[in-house]
């Protein structure tokens, strides 16, 4: 097998967003969870996306295992590897996404980096540095406030250069409009200059298009799926393929079906909401999910007897108020490990009890699910919405399974229901 491409992402729905948007430009792309092993069997595809669960822990282990997944990828013939972050770019002063970018760059002997977290598709754009959610500055936004990596600063030149033992230069929107050749010629000035990474612009898909085919003229490029969208138009261009088939990842599976959500943005809670109109809601108590199993038996109890009757959704979700006030009684990482571990319980329950179709939103919550239930790799299916394929799982001991995992902040209203006309 020798890839087209190679990618690394820093969580699980990232990862689903990423693979699915390389499949739609024509791609044949399969996502696995972690590095995979050399036994694994895979389809004859284009891309792979290797599943990392590395953005929000310590920055020398994500460097770590993002340095493995690289190899991996370098070994089954991939020139060019994006590493894939959020769009919102959420990481700390400390990282991960620098210091990852930075490992990564010093392995493939890169002089400079284009990094951006543009995808015009779903609201994020880059303008003279600067994220903007729709028309506002990302630390103007509902989505500023993650809870794990709250970001208060718009301007990526800084907060890259926080990160980043390199210096972190800047190609405007003015130099990507003019194309190709000036956006080569621009990174050409920067690299004489010193600058080992540069964040560049773009508002339109098109400005992707032109990142994306400078980007593989190097090795490594770091960005959200939108810089992934562009890479794939280029090399789709360059081998005339048309869009790849979806019908096997499609085929039916039956059985019952559930919906698991742990995000707390702003979304997800508007989707929790919608979905108590068609479906049976349960709320877990957050506190008690920290401190002990309790919860998620009774979670499990509570769908036991609901199993035969059709799908229903299991919610952690909490409003920021009260997420910060458990945070602030038990330790943020505390909290969110035991509640994301909840979660992953009661996942596991419910697959023992013969769901095969699961939901879940979150992107923790997904990881540490996906984590539980050791599914090595996914097909990638139907789109449900931007961002969000349909995923078949490869490898299961349990069979024919059916996945949607869901950043906490994409989707519609009725994006539960949505899921599960898909996943049939």
Not at 52 to 59: D, G, P, Q, Y
Not at 120 to 133: D, K
Not at 350 to 368: D, F, M, P
Request: glycine share 10%; hydrophobic share 45%.
């Amino acid at each position: 097998m020798t890839l087209k491409l190679g990618c690394i992402a820093d969580d699980y729905t990232g990862a689903s967003d990423l693979a699915n948007t390389l499949t739609r430009a024509g791609l044949r792309t399969v996502q696995t969870i972690g590095v995979p092993s050399d036994d694994l069997a895979l389809p004859q595809i284009d891309a792979v996306v290797v599943s990392l669960k590395s953005r929000s822990i310590e920055a020398s282990l994500a460097v770590a295992r993002s340095r493995e997944a690289e190899k991996w990828l370098r070994g089954r013939g991939a020139r060019h590897v994006l590493f894939k972050i959020c769009s919102t770019f959420d990481s700390t002063d400390k990282g991960n996404i620098g210091p990852v970018m930075d490992a990564l760059r010093d392995d493939c002997g890169e002089k400079l980096v284009l990094v951006t977290p543009a995808f015009p598709e779903t609201g994020r754009t880059v303008y003279q540095g600067n994220l903007f959610v729709g028309s506002v500055p990302l630390n103007e936004s509902p989505l500023k406030d993650h809870p794990l990596n709250p970001m208060h600063d718009s301007n990526l030149v800084r907060v890259l250069a926080r990160q980043s033992k390199t210096r972190i230069g800047l190609i405007e929107f003015a130099t990507v409009t003019r194309g190709v050749d000036a956006v080569r010629a621009r990174v050409a000035a920067l690299a004489a200059d010193g600058f080992g990474a540069a964040i560049i612009d773009a508002v339109f898909d098109r400005d992707l298009e032109t990142i994306g085919t400078v980007a593989l003229d190097h090795r490594l490029s770091v960005g959200a799926s939108g810089i992934g969208l562009g890479l794939a138009r280029a090399l789709v261009a360059a081998s005339g393929r048309q869009n790849a088939s979806h019908a096997d990842a499609m085929a039916a599976v039956g059985g019952p079906a559930a919906c698991l959500a742990g995000s707390c943005s702003q979304a997800t809670l508007g989707q929790i909401a919608k979905a108590e109109a068609i479906m049976p809601v349960l709320h877990l108590d957050p506190e008690q999910a920290v401190k002990g199993k309790d919860e998620a038996r009774r979670a499990l109890a509570w769908a036991g007897e609901r199993l035969a009757k059709g799908p229903f959704l299991i919610a952690s979700s909490a409003t920021p108020d009260r997420v910060a006030a458990l945070q602030a009684r038990y330790g943020r990482d505390a909290a969110g490990h035991a509640i994301e571990e909840a979660m992953a319980d009661i996942a596991e329950g419910l697959v023992q009890a013969g769901v095969r179709r699961l939901v879940v939103a979150g992107g923790e919550t997904s990881g540490a699910v996906v984590d539980r239930l050791r599914i090595p790799g996914f097909l990638v299916g139907d789109e449900i919405a931007a961002g969000v394929p349909v995923l078949r799982a490869v490898g299961t001991k349990e069979g024919a399974m059916l996945l949607a995992l869901k950043s906490g902040n994409f989707g519609g209203p009725e994006f539960f229901a949505d899921a599960l006309r898909l996943m049939r």
